[in-house]
């Protein structure tokens, strides 16, 4: 009983630090999102849920390599910060207001789901924009000085 305890409780650590590294990484595009919302009120909404719920989840199974994307950089890498505030905004102004504009224009609230779609794939993209810039992360950020 002890086992699968233990990985289920790894696994519901590993969302909530996904969900934390999110939030506060995209703080700059949840500012762009709250004051521009008015556009877009109820599709905005939805959409960036949808991306939080599910990027939380996507970052989790990532830095995990349940599902291998590539090698992710350390949480505490402190160089590649400003790229990774900068995408994770980016991302998550695209796959609520980009969305919602779509869900808007189309007139289909079930497009709201692509929130989710485009959060999950903009972030299976990362390690491969990681790697243009900076190149392959290393494990121990003591090495990288």
């Known amino acids: 009983m002890s086992e699968w305890y233990t990985r289920f409780f790894d696994w519901l650590e590993g969302i909530f630090f996904g969900g934390m590294e999110l939030s506060f990484l995209s703080s700059p595009g949840f500012a762009v999102v709250v004051v521009f919302q008015n556009v877009y009120p109820d599709a905005v909404a939805l959409a960036g849920l949808l991306a939080i719920g599910t990027g939380s989840i996507a970052l989790a199974e990532f830095r995990n390599r349940t599902v291998d994307v590539g090698a992710w950089p350390r949480r505490s890498e402190l160089t590649s ?37 485009v959060q999950v794939g903009g972030l299976a993209a990362f390690p491969a924009a990681y790697r243009l810039v900076y190149g392959e992360p290393l494990g121990d950020s003591a090495l990288r000085a």
Request: hydrophobic letters at 70%.
């Open 81 to 117: 910060l400003p790229l990774r505030v900068g995408y994770f905004s980016l991302l998550f102004v695209a796959s609520s207001m980009g969305v919602a504009a779509v869900v808007v224009a189309v007139g289909n609230w079930w497009l709201t789901l692509l929130g989710a779609v």
